[in-house]
């Protein structure tokens, strides 16, 4: 069922609040300081003075004045920012106070936030097994109220995850170099050659999102569990040791395998929990970022 609207506007009225509060001079300092536009443009001519690198001397300007004049460039400050995310069936699931989609959708509104207070460009496509809604990348905070309407309202469905077809849909649409939050639990196989050509276009920033309850099975006997994206029901006895660390190892081995890509393709990430703040971990981005540079 759809979200409430009223429901809907109070959940974006609270997002709002919280990342504004999250959102310091430190934090847009380092975004701005970690994430480059694509090149450099032209500032101003201005006269020659004793260091200046002569390559950069402007003929034209100086045979017309008689004086050297030097050509000033600054680096392109405006980037375009591209929020892919998720909204599977298996982004509803929250055992806690938070679904993996509520957030995701704090996660875009920070990071959204960030952004527009640098004078960027901000877009949204949400995805599952297919491409949901795609939205042109525009300036303005209004831009960035949309974009978390939208990640909030997506229906619940029993879609299944498609990371390749999401990426190969960015790629057709976005020509240009871009800033790309990959948002997405990861629950999907075989993505991983589109990721890597993606990467190589643009910067691209993953964001795993989990749950604690998806590590970790309680001890509360027989329960009924039922795959969000397909429907199906398994019975699980979780009071068997053997049962919960099978189930853990697994869980374990499914997101090493994925940091252990993430790392040795050289993709950006930030390791998002529903149990956990996440501003200490875009922190760590933008200073491990910054070590790079």
């Not at 909030?152 to 976005?174: G, H, P």
């Not at 020509?175 to 190589?200: M, N």
Request: hydrophobic share 40%; glycine share 6%.
């Amino acid at each position: 069922m759809p979200i409430d609207t009223t429901e809907l506007m109070k959940q974006v009225g609270k997002i709002k609040i919280l990342t504004t509060h999250l959102i310091d001079d430190r934090l847009s300092g380092d975004y701005h300081s970690v994430f480059k536009g694509q090149g450099v443009e032209f500032d101003e001519v201005r006269p020659y003075v004793p260091g200046d690198d002569v390559r950069s001397i402007d003929w034209n300007v100086t045979a017309r004045t008689g004086l050297p004049h030097v050509k000033r460039f600054s680096e392109e400050r405006e980037l375009t920012v591209i929020f892919l995310v998720d909204v599977s069936g298996s982004q509803v699931f929250g055992s806690g106070e938070r679904s993996k989609s509520e957030l995701a959708a704090e996660i875009t509104c920070l990071l959204a936030m960030t952004a527009i207070r640098n004078q960027d460009k901000i877009g949204l496509i949400l995805f599952s097994d297919r491409i949901l809604k795609s939205i042109p990348p525009r300036k303005g905070r209004t831009a960035v109220m949309r974009l978390v309407r939208e990640v909030l309202a997506s229906d619940e469905t029993r879609e299944r995850t498609d990371i390749t077809a999401a990426l190969r849909f960015l790629n057709n649409v976005q020509k240009r170099k871009a800033v790309v939050f990959l948002v997405s639990d990861f629950q999907d196989t075989g993505y991983e050659r589109e990721l890597r050509v993606t990467a190589r276009r643009h910067d691209v920033v993953a964001c795993p999102i989990s749950d604690p309850c998806e590590a970790a099975l309680p001890d509360v006997g027989l329960i009924e569990l039922q795959d969000p994206e397909t429907g199906e029901l398994l019975l699980v006895d979780t009071s068997s040791a053997a049962v919960r660390e099978a189930f853990r190892t697994q869980a374990d081995a499914e997101s090493e395998q994925l940091l252990r890509f993430l790392k040795r393709t050289g993709i950006d990430f930030i390791r998002l929990s529903t149990d956990t703040p996440y501003i200490d971990d875009v922190r760590a981005l933008f200073r491990r970022r910054a070590r790079k540079r």
